[in-house]
């Protein structure tokens, strides 16, 4: 049988006997630890000639005790002394490996890879759109009115008061900096031609589709992550509810009705700040401004817009709720979510304008 790591204290010294091991210093750990921490805070000699085997667990205990430096006085055989010698060499601190530098290919790839993961999401959010569609179309009774018409209040009537402050300030804008170029080119009547067609077929439908991705986009993802977040998605599955069709779809189909009548009511808005301005700069009266805008502005330009305005609430709804879903159950995950839905909703958006801008180049603009 092994003898037990013994520990005995003389006049000027202490003696260690006993093998000391990790396996036999277990047992007796913490009262080692302690005896070892008390003696060496004195100047004594330590004798461990008596010790019949020394492991590196147990040599790492007598450093650190030791404060990490030799003894003045120590008795010891060569083989422990050398066991001892390999734990001082050891560094005090192990720096931490350096990250390697990120290199492009990686950097691109990894976007690429999250890219494609999204765009998989919302492709698989929209299928599940259209399969409870089609059975809210067989079952009209189980279609959630309520949710639906909620949504469109929230989505489309309380943003009225924004949308229309900065459409006008738009307008005003545009006509105001127009007015400056076409004076000099004693062009002033064509201001109704630009306001008309960069209002009603540009600037309305993306000003108001940024305006909503950065309110109700947010609003979405934020609702549905702390619904992920207190497990209230998880309770709706429990109890046999459909998330899609009591959460997803009411939202989908509120922001996608709201967003054409928003995109109307903010060019209007724009236009009226547009003719104030032109007022101002240019004498151009409100009457001749009304009368020669559906001369200059062909028809077709307003369907493009609320087009465009049915098309960017639809998408805006889809990547709000896709990244909501997202959240995992913790407040980091639910801030970076739903600053990524912003993001990716507003370039979403950019994208799709410009799909319009080539596939309707020669819809609704004036031929001379």
Same mark, same amino acid.
Request: charge should be positive; proline fraction near 9%.
């Given at each position: 049988m092994k003898a037990l790591p013994r520990l005995s204290i003389e006049p000027g010294r202490v003696i260690l006997a006993g093998t000391w091991t990790l396996a036999a210093m277990l047992p007796q750990l913490a009262e080692l630890q302690a005896q070892l921490a008390e003696r060496s805070r004195q100047a004594d000699a330590w004798d461990l000639s008596a010790v019949s085997r020394l492991d590196s667990a147990a040599a790492v205990l007598l450093w650190r005790a030791w404060g990490g430096a030799w003894p003045e006085q120590l008795q010891v055989s060569e083989v422990h002394k050398a066991v001892l010698g390999r734990v001082a060499a050891l560094p005090g601190d192990i720096p931490a490996p350096a990250?390697?530098?990120?290199?492009?290919?990686e950097i691109v790839g990894n976007l690429v890879l999250k890219a494609m993961a999204n765009l998989r999401g919302?492709?698989?959010?929209?299928?599940?759109?259209?399969?409870?569609?089609?059975?809210?179309?067989?079952?009209?009774?189980?279609?959630?009115?309520?949710e639906c018409a909620a949504n469109v209040y929230k989505a489309g009537a309380q943003a009225?008061?924004? @949308?229309?402050?900065?459409?006008?300030?738009?307008?005003?804008?545009?006509?105001?900096?127009?007015?400056?170029?076409l004076k000099t080119l004693g062009a002033d009547l064509f201001i109704v031609n630009i306001l008309g067609i960069s209002i009603i077929r540009e600037l309305g439908p993306v000003l108001v589709a940024v305006l909503v991705a950065g309110r109700s986009g947010s609003a979405m993802t934020a609702q549905i992550g702390v619904m992920r977040v207190t497990e209230e998605i998880d309770a709706l599955s429990?109890?046999?509810?459909?998330?899609?069709?009591?959460?997803?779809?009411?939202?989908?189909?509120g922001l996608t009705a709201a967003m054409p009548l928003l995109v109307l009511w903010t060019s209007a808005v724009a236009l009226f700040g547009g003719m104030l301005a032109?007022?101002?700069?240019?004498?151009l009266s409100l009457v001749?401004?009304?009368?020669?805008?559906?001369?200059?502005?062909?028809?077709?330009?307003? =369907?493009?817009?609320?087009?465009?305005?049915?098309?960017?609430?639809?998408?805006?709804?889809?990547?709000?709720? =896709?990244?909501?879903?997202?959240?995992?159950?913790?407040?980091e995950s639910l801030s970076a979510c739903t600053t990524s839905a912003v993001v990716t909703a507003i @370039?979403?958006?950019?994208?799709?304008?410009?799909?319009?801008?080539?596939?309707?180049? =020669?819809?609704?603009?004036?031929q001379l």
């Open positions: 990250a390697p530098p990120p290199r492009l290919p919302m492709v698989a959010l929209f299928g599940q759109l259209l399969l409870d569609l089609g059975y809210l179309l067989r079952h009209p009774a189980e279609v959630p009115w309520k009225l008061p924004v @949308t229309a402050l900065v459409g006008f300030l738009i307008g005003v804008t545009l006509s105001y900096l127009s007015a400056l170029q429990t109890m046999g509810v459909s998330r899609s069709i009591r959460v997803i779809f009411p939202k989908i189909f032109a007022l101002l700069q240019l004498d001749y401004f009304v009368e020669n805008l559906p001369r200059a502005v062909p028809v077709a330009n307003l =369907h493009i817009g609320l087009g465009k305005g049915l098309v960017f609430g639809f998408l805006i709804a889809l990547v709000a709720c =896709h990244f909501g879903l997202r959240v995992k159950p913790n407040t @370039t979403t958006v950019i994208l799709a304008d410009a799909i319009f801008a080539i596939l309707t180049r =020669h819809i609704g603009v004036p």
